[in-house]
């Protein structure tokens, strides 16, 4: 829930009758003009760069090389290196030699130390050094004056660094003026305070650490800084926005640095924005934003910050696919510039045609607010290669519980026990199937999170109890923000281990949420993670079960009287850091260190589910996130899609939306379509605002009753197939929900749609959404490929568009021939009633006459997968036989589920079934085929799911 929601929601009541569009206050939020850092770093314009790098200065070692870099008044020393990584990745830093303090660098994000690759000179003239990476045909040349580095493959110029020389590195000096010895001193002790706030062994306190290096001990030598005395403008050295004064005892710290792309005019990535898939130039509207915020009532289709950042922008042409990682969790602006924006296919032709043409190019400008450059890039230069590149750095998607993937039945609030059951009993009634009931903030006594109101939920174990014997789960609320009341155990806890934020001043940092006065873990201390762990645990956590799982909102923090809705950035972090450096990682450790309790209540045997608002690079180890505080609009429906893609291709896969909308009513029609897309997406969950009238399904009459039913149903059948999907993810990095050009990668036409979108890569799903629909516009790509309707079976041939007729109950989806898909048919009351369930194999034959598919499937719930209790296998068709063989021997796990049906799609009549399993007989099967639709069905091919069998159609 967003801040204010209920303020003006109680407003809004006494406007009844007078609909205002919902719309987000602006104000409340920094354009980059009020971001003082943003400001300058955006002032510098393209130019030569007045940095050089001191090629006498390189050192080049085995795996990086280092030179010096310094700007033209030869003042600014700073260090670059730059490393070869092994699988096409290059890793650039540049810091401070001498910094005044050390500078944040982001820790916990990276999986471990990428492998370095060798790297060694292999050319060099007066201006310039040739770098060579072995094992790959990756060069740089290193230009000395202006700095620039140019990074080809074979001859191929892929990408430039500092090109158009908006290096910025602002460093960490004193602030000069008239008292600058009293600022001076007042800096080094503010430092030295600062440490021994968080250093816990007192043989530190006071004694300078060994390598660290304190203000003031080198700055009285420091040269040259009249110039930088004239430099200092407004919001260097404090800034106020909205009555919230930023105090910066530091000072500017922002990094800035540009890189060029030529040859690419589509990227995208960068979530979270509202935005399409396609990220737009920004050379006439603010840069996008990267900090995490609680936005009131989020505008659609612009380049505000939201609720969570994962720094990684991908580029992609016909050729090549290429990622930039920009590792800082500090306040991010991004610009991106095209020479091609606005141009007319024609005009670009005509400009080529007459030689005046550059290439098509894309520039992208990171600008953070402190911290170092920290950047990697990804050469791909597949597709894949980058999703592998990726997770080699942050990780893969973690395998979600398979109950995850089910419908997820939330609104804040389900008010008491009895509505709960009620609610879940309405299920059963109404023959839907669904996973997981939700409670909200109002589930707590007094929003005192791990507790349960005594009056309207005075019983938990019996409620969580009732919805075991169901086989369903539920999951409740746990905020970071946490009440500030003497008489709340989790609060004295937190309070006497010292784990919360400090203000400025040193006391506890206080705000002002939910709960009223309130204070906010610090989850970037390892030793208050793990406390916060254990607190999950059944013995502290009273009330709980292993039924019960998590969900942490408000984690950007929301502050709701904090400067645009988040902590003070001058508020100090564990080891003296401040929330300006930490600001976008905050969200990613409180998933973390829930889901990590989720882990160890269960002896570590159990895998967690924890639902995430905010997030950074790396958040998919830790479980799912969605949109947030959506409305209740077609236009939210639609970029519902857009998010979640963008999600998708920087890692994070297990993404949802709202669905129905949170905030607003929705009418029936868009309450089904938003069912039938939400059907197909990751992370499936309807959610609604405290203030809004109830609307679970069974409310909007008998029709659209059937519509949702169908919409679930398809969910449900399709579990087998979303969940081989995720394990996909895990292994390879994969997304599950990718766009069109992933797996169309030279198709131009599918670069920057996002209204329709792949699943795996088997089906392509189009959803309505827009009102009174009569039809939709499909696009089915890949010259020489064919599609089946997923539910007609009707064939196309590919590529073409047209114009598919709609009606209320339809979801466009198309399955590729070529692919086979696992379904189980059978309707149940949720999914833990289905592993023993039957499989069809929906067998979709290429022009070729062939199809292939694979199946993972464990006990859905453990970690025993990682002791081989899993099977991975592959289905396949090819010269008229379909075979079933194991695709990883380690896998041991075995199930009583059999094989019900196969319908094979786009085939000829065949005069004979068959079926043999090694050492067995054969036995010939019934089948049925069906003229009209080219499809056969085997019925009762009888052989279990984990054997191996050949079945022969002749
Ligand atoms: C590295 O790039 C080469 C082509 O430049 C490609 O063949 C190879 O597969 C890539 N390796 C990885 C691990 O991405
Ligand atoms: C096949 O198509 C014909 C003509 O369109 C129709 O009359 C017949 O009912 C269809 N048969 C089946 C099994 O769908």
Redesign the pocket.
Known sequence: MAVLGRVLMVTLLFCAGFLPALSVDRSNFKTCDQSSFCRRQRKLEPGSSPYKALLGSAKVSEDKLEVQLIDDKNEASLLLEVFGLN??MTRIKINEINPLKPRYEVPDVLVGTPLPENLHVTGQDENTLELTFRG??HKLLLTGTPFRMDIL?GRDLVLSVNSRGLLHFERLRERKSNLSAKVSMAFVNLWHRVKNLFSSDPEKIDKPLEGDVYPGEEAGKEEGSKKEEEDDEPGMWDETFKGHTDTKPYGPSSVGLDFSLPGFEHVYGIPEHADNMRLRTTESTDPYRLYNLDVFQYELYNTMALYGSVPLLLAHNIHRTLGIFWLNAAETWVDISSNTAGKTLLGKMLQYMQGGGDTPQTDVRWMSESGIIDVFLLLG?SPS?VF??YASLTGTQSLPPYFSLGYHQCRWNYNDEEDVHNVDSGFDKHNLPYDVIWLDIEHADGKRYFTWDPHKFPTPKNMLSRLKDKRRKMVAIVDPHIKIDGGYRIHNEIRSHGFYVKNKDGGDYEGWCWPGSAAYPDFTNPEMRAWWSSMFSYDQYEGSMDNLFIWNDMNEPSVFNGPEVTMHKDAVHWRGWEHRDVHNLYGFYVQRATAEGLIQRSGGKERPFVLTRAFFAGSQRYGAVWTGDNAAEWDHLKISIPMCLSLALVGISFCGADVGGFFKNPEPELLVRWYQAGAYQPFFRAHAHLDTPRREPWLHGEENLELIREALQQRYALLPFWYTLFYRALREGEPVMRPLWVEFPSDVSTFAMDDQYMLGSALLVHPVTEANSRGVHIYLPGAGEVWYDAHSYQKYEASQSFYFPVTSNSIPVYQRGGSIIPRKNRLRRSSDCMPDDPYTLYVALNLQGEAWGQLYLDDGHSFNYEQNEFLYREVSFQHGELSSRSLDPRGIFETPSWVERVIIIGATKPSSITISIPGGTTKALEFEYDFNRSVITVRKPGVNIASDFTMSVR
Request: net charge negative; aromatic share 0%.
């Open positions: 699988g096409n790959v045909e493959s230069p290669d592998r590149q």
